[in-house]
């Protein structure tokens, strides 16, 4: 089955200056991954999303990379605010139709000092 | 996006009683919903996949008997944790629709 690995377990940055947590993963039938940030008791909240027809996306101070042939994927947080602290999962699924499980990676935890 | 909502958002049990969760689609049918327990510090681990109007399929090492899931219907997915004890005590999340939206959680705590 999928296996998802995620690096760094834990980041910390100084307010302004940018992020970059990786992922890498192991079935190359997966297409689509995304991103997820997940505040202390709280459900993930899904920021970004990339499909395997799609070498990056961008949306404001998110952007996320894939190489399909590496079969690695990156999340980049530019302009780090402290509001960005907390953990952020990545994900891996064959779809994203809701009937593809989603395999994660063991999370970053992110820590924007002011 | 796509509406998940889970109740209760956090539910105290004494150890051996039955503990219902529910996960509703709010703006969407789902036919099949996913059931996640993460426990401190660590990810999300899929337990199962509840499937409309079908059994539900499980992950390896998850105990059918104990987790019993339920799907009547394209909105509402249910997770009972039956006879629980302190080591089921965790944070179960479901999470359904397009993009795989995620409900709030639940945290469970047996005593």
């Known amino acids: 089955g999928e296996n998802v690995e995620q690096h760094p377990s834990t980041l910390s940055v100084q307010e302004g200056d940018s992020a970059v947590i990786k992922c890498t993963y192991s079935d190359s039938a997966s297409n689509y991954f995304p991103w997820y940030k997940q505040e202390l008791g709280k459900g993930p909240q899904l920021i970004i999303d990339i499909r395997s027809n799609v070498g990056e996306k961008k949306d404001q101070r998110i952007a996320v990379t894939l190489n399909k042939t590496a079969k690695h994927f990156s999340l980049h947080i530019t302009e780090t605010q402290p509001e960005d602290s907390a953990v952020y999962f990545c994900a891996a699924s064959m779809g994203n139709t809701g009937g593809f499980k989603t395999i994660f990676g063991a999370g970053t935890r992110l820590f924007v000092k002011a | 996006g796509a509406v998940v909502s889970q109740h209760p958002s956090w539910v105290i049990c004494k150890s051996g009683t039955s503990v219902k969760i529910e996960c509703r689609s709010l703006?969407?049918?789902?036919?099949?919903m996913f059931w996640y327990r993460q426990f401190p510090k660590q990810s999300l681990m899929l337990m199962a996949t509840s499937n409309e109007g079908s059994k539900a399929t499980y992950e390896q090492g998850v105990e059918k008997d104990k987790f019993l899931i339920n799907h009547a219907s394209l909105t509402l997915s249910t997770l009972t944790v039956t006879s629980a004890h302190p080591e089921d005590s965790s944070f179960y999340i479901c999470?359904?629709?397009?993009?795989?939206?995620f409900g709030q959680g639940t945290r469970l705590t047996v005593v």
């Open positions: 703006d969407f049918q789902a036919t099949t």
């Open positions: 999470s359904g629709g397009p993009g795989a939206f």
